[in-house]
């Protein structure tokens, strides 16, 4: 069983920044991707990025390139989400995701990751 514990959301004004935390604890040993995904009232939760597990490659949805960077931790316990230059459009609740081998696809597809935190708020003003 894998559980995963999203921290560092919060309220910031449009051009701030915040950086979210995913610690990571059980069984990650069969992990292929790590992801941060966004969900705002009405809307369909969405991918913002995602990281191979082993490092490396890293995906991005087209509205946060060069503003968002995602990243782990060298002992792969803790993936981060450093998200620059906030806009009102980035409010919404944030979640951690983990995909584990065998699942495939794009990396955007929620329904590939079964394990997922509860989500940390994210609040842009403007």
């Known amino acids: 069983q894998t559980q995963l514990t999203e921290s560092g959301g919060g309220s910031v004004q449009a051009g701030g920044s915040l950086r979210l935390s995913c610690a990571t604890s059980?069984?990650?040993?069969?992990?292929?991707?790590m992801a941060w995904f966004r969900q705002a009232p009405g809307r369909e939760r969405e991918g913002v990025a995602a990281?191979?597990?082993?490092?490396?490659?890293?995906w991005y949805a087209d509205s946060v390139k060069g503003r968002f960077s995602i990243s782990q931790d060298d002992a792969k316990t803790t993936v981060y989400l450093q998200m620059n230059s906030l806009k009102p459009e980035d409010t919404a609740m944030y979640y951690c995701?983990?995909?584990?081998?065998?699942?495939?696809?794009?990396?955007?597809?929620?329904?590939?990751?079964?394990?997922w935190g509860q989500g940390t708020q994210v609040t842009v003003s403007s």
């Open positions: 990281i191979f597990y082993g490092g490396g490659s890293t």
């Open positions: 995701a983990r995909r584990r081998r065998g699942y495939g696809g794009v990396w955007y597809a929620h329904s590939t990751y079964k394990d």
């Open positions: 059980g069984d990650t040993y069969n992990t292929n991707s």
